[in-house]
Nanobody, 121 residues
Framework: QVQLVESGGGLVQAGGSLRLSCQAS???????????MGWYRQAPGKQRELVAT???????NYADSVKGRFTISRDNAKNTVYLQMNSLKPEDTRVYYC????????????WGQGTQVTVSS
């Protein structure tokens, strides 16, 4: 089993910045199969949506709404993925979820518990 622990959410004014972190822990054999790490977000009553992903090789993918403002990175030695969020807007207010995809014989997807990001106008 792999557990994901997120941190870094909170309340910030529009135009401000926050940095989210998500560390994976648990079974070493599972952690060693982590391929893609990413962040998703969800507003109340809405579907969860992609924010950004990063592959094991460092390739990144961003939602159009966050391109140029958010940066995803990962530290494989620490099993941690980060999301640097700059120029935050009120519409970025969501619960943000960490996600990892593990590939071995089967594909396993794990989610964090979510961290609230609130941007005030």
């Amino acid at each position: 089993q792999v557990q994901l622990v997120e941190s870094g959410g909170g309340l910030v004014q529009a135009g401000g910045s926050l940095r989210l972190s998500c560390q994976a822990s648990g079974s070493i054999s599972r952690i060693n199969t982590i391929n893609t790490m990413g962040w998703y977000r969800q507003a109340p009553g809405k579907q969860r949506e992609l924010v950004a992903t990063i592959s094991s090789g460092g390739s990144t993918n961003y939602a159009d709404s966050v391109k140029g403002r958010f940066t995803i990175s990962r530290d494989n030695a620490k099993n941690t993925v980060y999301l640097q969020m700059n120029s935050l807007k009120p519409e970025d207010t969501r619960v943000y979820y960490c996600n990892v995809v593990m590939l071995s014989v089967v594909k396993i997807v794990s989610w964090g518990q979510g961290t609230q990001v609130t941007v005030s106008s």
